[in-house]
């Protein structure tokens, strides 16, 4: 396989581009691996990279129902942050920005990471007092942030609303520098190629139907493309978790919930950071390729359909108008929905199940994608060490039943939180 | 490419001439152009430039397919980036100018990237860039100039000045589209009686058949029709109005252009109008999208969809140019350059077949059309405009078998069969099916009871099929809703020459290349993204073989114009590579919108002030007329604070704070959330929800209770006064009110389906005045008419009836403040009344209002809990609440309170905070043990903090890991993102009358 550089690509234009390789491999599934990852999503593809680069075990296997990050790897609104309050999430999601900073790098493939910074926009003395107190948090655990007043952000982002007829005025915002965005599809891309290169065996378009079992404990899984028999077992696979679990008999605290995302035209440079609107759910940032990226809430009901409904394309494009009066005239190019894997504390899972020989990673709910590089990371810790890394410590299975909810929102056992 | 308009015919009004403009020039154009064929018709050969290597481009359709000609229209705050020339209907005063170009459109700078195209190979980005540099510094300077590059159009970062509207429309029929088939639905269900809205995106009614040449039979039938639906009171026709989404529950999405035709909305009226309809049947009849043929060059003005020339030529009377070569592999072009020969232009017919059928030969033959079989156009030649297209002969795959020759031309009509717009259903129902006969996908109508297409949208092919399918889908959605068809006849179904449709005999050639297998040039087959044959070529060669892979790391199909005309081609492309067929390759799902929707119209009138419903107490108004600062507390406005003078918030809270403690204060607590529970279990239900007792609370008397969410964590507090034997008025927090309630109303619906209990809301319709301080009662006893308050006819907990000015409230004797305090409950309705009676009569104990934050310092001296510590993660033993849970019964939360976690003796408990110094501590600030580290979590944090009046000092609650066994300790307050590192002393959270003597007195 070739190495990828601006030299790379000089030479092969050279020769009327006819000699790229495969950016990774379309093999036969083995009769047996050591272990299998079932997603080929971002976090899947990581797990097995990390398995790989970070433990030394190549002979894993990926498999994937449809095409490899063609879920909520490739659905997502792209944000990467590291703003954690919550003891159990603050140094997860830091080890994962550290790791996103050199990703294009590790994997020889441009994520595009792009740390524009994000602000979280506070309207009212109360929420400038929580954003003080997760700023601090932040800081004093190494992490960046910044809290800024209402005469701050308007230098910053003069064009929000900050008239009189703005419902919810601005009071001021908490920063972080390091957040920004990265290019989701290429992070599927690329760990699919490094991890292929170390040996990984990506296969797609192979469902599991259930799982070799041998004397209560779970050795393979049965595919659309026959048994694979594996030392471990791990689920990597969001909005199906619930269903992937109840194949092996287990029932997990998470529901299966419809999220939309929205993107606009393609414009010249408008925003040039990501923004969270603090008095509704909803966020915005501008892709590369000019596209305003607009994210909301849950459309609110169960569902497996990667669809949504009006209402909350309603809400989302009011909200958008509410924060940034300028939108108006801008056109609303393609919205389009993925299924998320709600947990009912907001935080997620990486650990191993009752059943031995079975690893979950799962309940990222609608804030996934920023957590690709640690959870691969840690999943992979998981796996091999058959413990846990002190940064994925609290994502057990057992925290509800001890009481530990990590619950950044502290809004109760509800599967609509992040 | 170098149009003009024809002497005669168009079905534009010649009389009225508009002042249209693109980039400053005076175009020529009337009423019934749209700005496209104004453009062509004023010989604009180059109205846009390429996404990616900024090439040239012209006109390309008639139609939403449109992926070239898009520009700036209207300016200033009005400037709409990204609109489709070939839609927007001319208006005088129309002003457009072009877009992603510098200096502009004509010579454009970025044209450079032409020249280095072979380094921008298809996913160049994800290969290069990385650096040998650690970080994302290197990308993040190199994405600027890209970020500069992208994008196409200018947004503005001014307000909109137009308005939106919204309608919620309901219908027993949908019809989407009035072409043939879609007007013919229309007419039959109208007739039978149906409730029918017809939707077209257009500005005219007709869809194709506005595309055959004028005052023909085919505008006869039309004319017919449109009297018929005319006649019918029953058919809501909307004209320029795109559905532009299909959603579950047969929900549609509709845009109505309302005055996008004008330069500015006139008499009131909004600029769009959004639909949302409800409809019991859809018939969906939204035409068809003829397909290009992909050759080198064939992005250059002057290259144009082979129908599109037509649509110019009869409609707008523009004819694209004289001389045109028309490549084709399907039969549908024959029409096409018959009528062109009619129209006066030099027409040769490219067949990629090997024969041409014997009745469509002699008829070309007749109109003086050139053919040539067996052969294609490989290649356009010219720089800013085709000048000639280099013809080869072909094998049935594109594939040259022979030399190029030049045939000099300055249009070339390209036409690769049709693609039916499956948009609207595939949104709602997935992947379409790939039917051979037409070389299309088609919807896959089977189990689909609400929605049926119709139309070229099924492949009906010849006119009569089309108008026959909208006629049978109708009838269909008539059962459904068991309507009779009209006996009364349709217009009679006109003949048109050549009606020969594109399924009969289609090659199945996409892209022309050379012996070698090599497109000539730069073959695009997304023209709006710049995606070349080549590039779909390296794709493959890749690995990134599925569509989805495909099309996210080529971008084909992702440009505004979502891929109408290039997706199939891409799909045909990857096909062929892998050796699949066409269905076994995929497709992609269709996603809403159609075409763009702007954001205000979807937004409608939710905007400003109407983003969310502001909730104001019924004195709000006095608030504001007697000089209070309000703030947002949720959805209410709440005073904060009423300044004297040029008191700032600080000077003016402690003012009011110390005022209630020396005299009396009167604040409004209307917005606390009120529950009527009402019925024989009313009790019973209190006592579960609550996690105090209730049983033994008599009429009368009111008791302070606290709630549990069913995980074990706090979730609110508040008073709940027994009425009654079975009523009771509830209380909660201003924040938690819709809380409380939903949570109630849950209970009672699903686990406790047997307790005899109504919970309703009367927040509103109760307001309610906190007056506290030492003269509460003096000035009460002087206000209240027909009840006695005395210390010991009414202690605390405790409520009576009266009258205030002549109203009658309620009085709860209970304490916020820590002062004697009372509440009065007043109807809403006499709220103002009450209260400025109470104003007045307490002129004479020195009554003053006070506002949210005085409040908070007063519960603050007290150690009373709020928002702040109720904030979702405390425990009943955290916040020092434990001693009123009730151990003699279950409550909500009562049996995961106990988990581990929950009980552990560790826990951040509640505290005060003396803090040393002047300087007061901010919520949110972390707490370290003295000479430790101030890293990681801390070991609690700052939750309300406040200088306290009755003190004197800076103090502040807490929670602090095993707080309460640190008293007297003295720790750090740290805020580190504003620089601030205090000392402190933990002590009582009780800092002012512990024993509550006052409250008591």
Redesign the interface.
């Given at each position: 396989m070739s190495h990828?550089?601006?030299f790379?690509?000089?030479r092969?234009?050279?020769t009327?581009?006819?000699h790229?390789?495969?950016?990774?491999?379309?093999p036969h599934p083995k009769p047996s691996y050591d272990v299998v990852i079932v997603g080929a999503g971002g976090h899947g593809l990581a797990t097995a990279y990390y398995l790989a680069k970070e433990h030394g075990i190549h002979n894993v296997a990926v498999i994937e129902k449809?095409?490899?990050?063609?879920g909520n790897t490739?659905r997502n609104t792209t944000i990467v942050r590291s703003n954690y309050m919550m003891?159990g999430n603050?140094m997860f999601y830091e080890r994962s920005m550290k790791l996103w900073?050199?990703l294009?790098?590790d994997l020889?493939?441009?994520v595009?990471?792009?740390?524009?910074g994000q602000y979280n926009l506070c309207?009212?003395?109360?929420q400038m007092?929580?954003?003080?107190?997760?700023?601090?948090?932040m800081?004093?655990?190494?992490i960046d942030?910044?809290?800024f007043d209402r005469v701050e952000v308007r230098q910053r982002l003069?064009?929000l609303?900050y008239s009189p007829?703005?419902?919810?005025?601005i009071h001021g915002a908490i920063f972080q520098s390091r957040a920004?965005t990265a290019?989701h599809?290429?992070v599927a891309?690329?760990y699919a190629r490094a991890a292929d290169r170390q040996g990984v065996d990506i296969i797609?378009q192979c469902e599991v139907t259930g799982y070799i079992w041998d004397d209560g404990n779970i050795v393979g899984v049965e595919t659309t493309r026959g048994p694979i028999r594996a030392g471990k077992v791990g689920l990597a696979v969001a909005g199906h978790t619930g269903h992937l679990a109840d194949m092996a008999g287990l029932r997990l605290p998470i529901e299966t919930h419809v999220l939309q995302a929205y993107v606009?035209?393609?414009?010249?440079?408008?925003v040039d950071t990501v923004i969270s609107f603090g008095?509704?759910h909803f966020y915005v940032s501008?892709s590369?390729?000019?596209g305003l990226v607009l994210g909301g809430d849950l459309d609110g009901y169960n569902s497996y359909?990667q669809?949504g409904?009006?209402p909350m394309?309603?809400h989302t494009?009011?909200?958008?108008?509410?924060l940034m009066?300028?939108?108006?005239?801008?056109?609303?190019?393609?919205?389009?929905a993925g299924v998320m894997d709600m947990s009912m504390d907001g935080s997620p899972f990486i650990t191993k199940t009752p059943i031995d020989g079975l690893y979950l990673n799962g309940g990222w709910c609608y804030g996934g994608f920023k957590a690709t590089p640690a959870s691969g990371w840690c999943f992979a810790w998981t796996i091999a060490k058959e413990q846990p890394h002190q940064d994925n410590a609290e994502f057990t299975l057992s925290r509800f039943?001890?009481?530990?909810?990590i619950?950044e929102?502290?809004?109760?056992?509800q599967p609509n939180a992040h | 490419m170098s149009g003009f308009r024809l002497s005669t015919g168009g079905r534009i009004d010649r009389n009225t001439l508009l002042n249209v403009r693109f980039d400053g020039r005076r175009l020529k154009a009337h009423a019934g152009d749209t700005l496209a064929s104004a453009l062509m018709a004023s010989g604009e050969n180059i109205v846009a430039r390429g996404?990616k290597y900024h090439r040239a481009r012209g006109i390309y359709s008639a139609g939403a397919e449109e992926p070239n000609a898009y520009v700036h229209l209207r300016n200033e705050s009005?400037?709409?980036?990204?609109a489709r020339a070939t839609t927007v209907e001319a208006f005088d005063g129309l002003i457009s100018t072009s877009q992603n170009s510098w200096p502009d459109v004509r010579l454009d700078v970025g044209a450079v990237t032409g020249y280095i195209s072979?380094?921008l190979?298809?996913g160049?980005?994800?290969?290069?860039?990385?650096?040998p540099f650690?970080?994302?510094r290197f990308?993040?300077f190199c994405?600027g100039f890209?970020?500069?590059a992208?994008?196409?159009?200018?947004?503005?970062?001014?307000?909109?000045p137009?308005s939106?509207d919204k309608v919620n429309a309901f219908c027993d029929l949908l019809v989407v589209g009035a072409g043939a088939a879609g007007l013919s639905a229309a007419l039959t269900a109208g007739r039978a009686g149906a409730d029918v809205i017809l939707v077209e995106q257009d500005f005219e009614l007709g869809g194709s058949l506005l595309s055959q040449p004028q005052r023909g039979e085919t505008d006869d039938w039309l004319e017919k029709v449109k009297a018929g639906l005319k006649d019918l009171p029953n058919v809501r026709i909307l004209t320029r109005t795109t559905a532009f989404?299909a959603?579950?529950e047969d929900?549609y999405?509709l845009i109505e252009h309302v005055s996008d035709h004008l330069q500015s909305p006139q008499n009131h009226q909004p600029r769009q109008r959004f639909w949302?309809v409800r409809t019991k049947q859809a018939v969906l009849a939204t035409g068809a999208i003829e397909r290009p043929l992909v050759f080198g060059n064939n992005d250059l003005p002057g290259v144009m969809l082979a129908a599109s020339i037509q649509t110019y030529a009869n409609r707008f009377g523009v004819l694209a140019g004289q001389r045109i070569v028309v490549s084709t592999n399907n039969n549908s072009s024959c029409q096409v350059a018959v009528q062109l020969a009619q129209a006066g232009a030099d027409v040769t017919l490219v067949d990629a077949r090997p024969h041409v059928c014997e009745v469509l030969a002699e008829t070309l033959a007749k109109a003086g059309v050139a053919v040539l079989s067996g052969k294609a156009v490989i290649c356009a030649k010219g720089r800013r405009k085709v000048v000639a297209a280099m013809i080869v002969p072909i094998d049935s795959c594109g594939k040259a078998t022979g030399l190029a020759k030049r045939l000099d031309c300055d249009v070339i009509g390209v036409s690769g069969g049709w693609s039916p717009v499956v948009h609207l259903w595939s949104?709602?129902f997935g992947k379409p099916r790939f039917d051979e006969a037409s070389a299309s996908f088609v919807p896959d109508i089977r189990g689909r009871e609400t929605v049926q297409c119709a139309g070229r949208m099924v492949a009906a092919q010849s006119l009569e099929d089309r108008i026959n399918s909208g006629k049978s889908t109708a009838k269909s959605t008539l059962k459904a809703l068991e309507l009779k068809p009209s006996r009364k006849l349709h217009p009679k179904t006109p003949d048109t020459v050549l009606d020969t449709g594109w399924a009969k005999d289609i090659g199945t050639i996409w892209a022309i290349r050379d012996a070698n297998d090599k497109t000539m040039g730069k073959a695009f087959v997304d023209i709006q993204h710049d995606v070349k044959v080549?590039d779909i070529d390296?794709a493959y060669?890749?690995?990134?073989v599925?569509v989805?892979?495909l099309k996210?790391?080529t971008?084909a199909g992702m440009?505004?114009d979502?891929g109408k005309t290039s997706n199939i081609i891409a799909l045909a492309r990857m096909a062929e590579l892998s050796g699949k067929t066409i269905p076994k390759t995929g497709t992609t799902t269709f996603?809403?919108?159609y075409t763009?929707?702007?954001?205000?119209a979807?937004?409608?009138h939710?905007?400003?002030?109407?983003?969310?419903a502001?909730r104001y107490s019924p004195v709000h108004d006095w608030h504001v007329e007697n000089g209070a600062v309000m703030?947002?507390?949720g959805a209410w406005m709440r005073p904060w604070h009423y300044p004297e003078g040029e008191e700032v918030l600080r000077d003016a809270y402690i003012r009011e704070a110390t005022h209630v403690r020396a005299h009396v204060g009167i604040i409004d607590v209307s917005t606390l959330g009120k529950i009527a529970v009402q019925g024989p279990d009313a009790a019973e239900f209190l006592n579960r929800i609550y996690v105090n007792g209730w049983k033994t609370l008599q009429v009368g008397q009111l008791r302070y209770g606290v709630m549990l969410?069913?995980?074990?964590?706090v979730?609110d507090d508040g008073a709940t006064a027994r009425l009654g034997d079975f009523d009771y008025f509830m209380s909660t927090t201003t924040a938690n009110a819709a809380k409380v309630l939903a949570m109630s109303e849950h209970l009672l619906q699903t686990a406790w389906r047997d307790l005899k209990v109504h919970v309703t809301s009367i927040t509103d319709q109760w307001a309610a005045f906190a007056i506290a301080g030492p003269k509460a009662r003096d000035l009460l006893q002087l206000a209240l008419s027909g009840a006695e308050i005395s210390g010991e006819q009414m202690p605390n907990n405790h409520f009576v009836t009266g009258e205030i000015a002549d109203t009658e409230v309620r009085l709860h004797r209970m304490s916020y403040s820590g002062e004697l305090a009372y509440e009065v409950y007043v109807p809403s309705g006499f709220a103002r009344h009450v209260w400025t009676a109470l104003i007045k009569a307490g002129e004479a104990f020195d009554l003053r209002p006070y506002g949210t934050e005085a409040m908070g310092a007063l519960r603050i001296e007290k150690g009373h809990v709020a928002?702040?510590e109720i904030?979702?993660?405390t425990t009943l033993k955290d916040l020092g609440l434990e001693g009123f849970a009730s151990s003699k019964k279950p409550f909500v939360g009562s049996v995961?309170k106990g988990?581990?976690?929950?009980?552990d003796p560790a826990r951040e408990t509640l505290v005060g905070l003396m803090i040393t110094g002047e300087q007061g501590a901010?919520?949110?600030?972390?707490i370290y043990s003295t000479n430790r580290p101030?890293?990681?979590?801390?070991e609690g944090?700052v939750s309300s903090t406040t200088w306290s009046p009755a003190l004197g000092k800076n103090i502040a609650l807490a929670l602090v890991r095993k707080g309460k066994f640190r008293m007297g300790e003295d720790v750090q307050v740290?805020?580190?993102?504003?620089n601030q590192s205090l000392t402190a002393q933990i002590v009582s959270p009780h800092f002012f009358d512990p024993e509550g003597a006052r409250q008591n007195a």
């Open positions: 990828y550089s601006a790379s690509v000089f092969n234009a050279l009327g581009n006819r790229w390789q495969r950016a990774w491999r379309d449809g095409w490899l990050g063609g490739g003891p603050t900073e050199n294009s790098q020889n493939f441009n595009m990471i792009s740390q524009r309207h009212s003395p109360a007092d929580a954003a003080r107190r997760r700023g601090n948090v800081r004093a655990n190494g942030a910044d809290l003069p064009y609303d007829s703005a419902r919810f005025p920004g290019r599809d290429a891309w690329g797609q606009t035209e393609p414009l010249k440079p408008l008095a509704a501008q590369d390729k000019g359909a669809r409904g009006l394309v309603e494009l009011a909200s958008a108008k509410a009066p300028s939108v108006s005239r801008l056109k609303l190019l393609r919205h389009w039943e001890r009481g530990y909810q619950d929102k502290g809004a109760g056992p | 996404f009005r400037l709409e980036p990204n072979p380094f190979s298809v160049f980005y994800y290969k290069t860039f990385i650096g650690s970080g994302t990308w993040m994405e890209i970020r500069k992208a994008g196409m159009g200018r947004g503005m970062k001014v307000d909109d137009d939106y989404g959603y579950d929900v999405g949302l949104q709602r080549t390296q060669r890749e690995g990134y599925s989805e892979h996210r790391y971008t440009a505004p979502q996603r809403p919108p763009p929707v702007a954001i205000g979807l937004v409608g939710v905007h400003g002030h109407h983003f969310a502001t703030t947002e507390a969410r069913e995980d074990g964590f979730m928002g702040p904030e979702g993660r995961l988990r581990p976690v929950l009980a901010l919520p949110g600030s972390l101030m890293q990681g979590h801390g944090w740290v805020n580190h993102l504003e």
